[in-house]
Structures are given as C-alpha cells and as structure tokens.
Nanobody, 113 residues
Framework: VQFVESGGGLVQPGGSLRLSCAAS????????MSWYRQAPGKERELVAR????????NYADSVKGRFTISRDNAKNTVYLQMNSLKPEDTAVYYC???????WGQGTQVTVSS
C-alpha cells in the first residue's frame, strides 16, 4: 500500500493550491478516502473525507466553504482543492483510506506573505 501526496508549496494568504494523492496497493474505489494535516507541534487532524459509493463529503469546520475534496477512481487519486488559504492552514498534508493504512510522506503547504 502506498500513498504519494503532491501539489504543496508556498502560497500567499488568499491563494489556492490543489493537492493530489495517488494511491496504490488496494482497491481504491471501494474505500472512503480522507485528507489530514499536521502542523508543527500539533496533533494530526482530519480535514476532509469522501465516501467510496455516493462520494458524499464532509469537512472540518475550519475549512468548510474553502476546501473541496474529490476523487477519480479511474486514476486511483484523491484531490484537495484549497482556496482562500490562511496562515493557519500551514501544515504537512496527508491522505489515507478508512480504515487507515501506512502513511505517505505528505506534502508541505505553507501560507505566508
């Protein structure tokens, strides 16, 4: 099982980024997928989740209305579109399935002027 996150970087407040997570080693289409983030000195937290069947989504209150999770089962990839970014969104972002498997290396997102 492998998750490879990409798309992070340095962006100014108010900017946008689109993260991608390529998954392999399991039947991607059958599993709910999630994005998490971990800021320095803080616990890893759930950011967004998308189900396997209907594609229903839910979000942490802190990102509702700004972030959008989506998936492409043909590409075994889950995405996180992040708009109106704030400095408090700075963190390493990870994806994982539900139940969680081994973690990837994550992708760093830094929001700063």
């Amino acid at each position: 099982v492998q998750f490879v996150e990409s798309g992070g970087g340095l962006v100014q407040p108010g900017g946008s980024l689109r993260l991608s997570c390529a998954a392999s080693g399991f039947t991607f289409s059958r599993y709910t997928m999630s994005w998490y983030r971990q800021a320095p000195g803080k616990e890893r937290e759930l950011v967004a989740r998308i189900t396997s069947g209907s594609g229903s989504t839910n979000y942490a209150d802190s990102v509702k209305g700004r972030f959008t999770i989506s998936r492409d089962n043909a590409k075994n990839t889950v995405y996180l579109q992040m708009n109106s970014l704030k400095p408090e969104d700075t963190a390493v972002y990870y994806c994982n399935s539900l139940p969680a498997r081994s973690w990837g290396q994550g992708t760093q997102v830094t929001v700063s002027s």
